[in-house]
């Protein structure tokens, strides 16, 4: 089973600042204090689309566990590794196209899979979502003066699956074998919706906290160009690490 | 700063992520960004390299394969529905 959960938002801010506060959302906890969580971000590939004239991004994103304790409570600590602070990699590729005004992304988690897959994918758009693109107002991506954008939250928990019980199998971790006979016994549907419907229920929260923090950085990007902001930031920075030392 | 998940990219990390950012808002997103982003190709390997070693010590390679596969089985079943 699949649980899905979509919510619309608009910011204020043109569409290419709004895509350029996307891409800085993670950069310092300076600029967006509700990135701490965010342990590291790297790209791991970048290309405009010749043909189309489309960025695709590829980062990935190392965050403290958003495994909510509720989720870890319900799960044996061999599953759990004895602990929910463990850190996840999230994957999340991104396309903008500047001509079109539009910029869609999807990001999900790489490891805790076998218990639950969180997918979030995000489409911005200088046009309305309940508004098609056919009678779209005939503005520019550039002067339009908000963005619009649709989040979509997946949950889907595989606990107990055939696919997940042969990784298990070959894991070579003895305490995870057990796992598999654990969850028969226990019926894996109802604790696979479990755990989808407490992870759906805890990212209210945590959606309206990634929204503040794009606004901050579309604040910062509003008063400054992005160079005057990062230049600022490396100031600021350097100087903490001239305290420290 | 954005650190990168091994820390001995950082510093080549950084000097890539500015670059970007720099493209990104002075070039692609005026329009100008329709060949690549050359100026900073460069500094973009030299960060992969170093990355790709970070990824493969840590089996993230081997995760995001399986992401790979998982997402093409998921847009298999997605197809047939439509």
Known sequence: MVLTHTTNHSYAHPFPTVTLAFFLRYYSPQLNPFSSHVLSTDTISSHVDPATGRLHTTRIHLKKSRMPSAVIKLLPTSVTGGAGDKSTYVVETSTVDIREGWMKTESRNLNFTGVLSVTEQQHYSVTPPDQSPDTKPSLSPATSSNTYVSTTFSYRSSLGNRKVDKAVATSDDPNRSRFGGWISGWGAKRIQSSIESIASNKTDDQMVKSRDGMGMVLERLRSNGVVAVLRELRRREGNVFEQSG | ?82
């Open chain 2, 1 to 82: 700063m954005s650190a990168s998940l091994a820390q001995e990219c950082n510093e080549v990390k950084e000097r890539y992520d500015t670059c970007f950012l720099k493209w990104y808002s002075e070039k692609y997103l005026r329009g100008n960004g329709k060949t690549d982003d050359n100026e900073c190709a460069g500094l973009f390997k030299d960060y992969q390299k170093c990355l790709k070693v970070a990824l493969k010590d840590r089996g993230i390679d081997k995760l995001l394969e399986e992401a790979r596969e998982d997402t093409k089985e998921n847009d298999a079943i997605h197809m047939q529905r439509k």
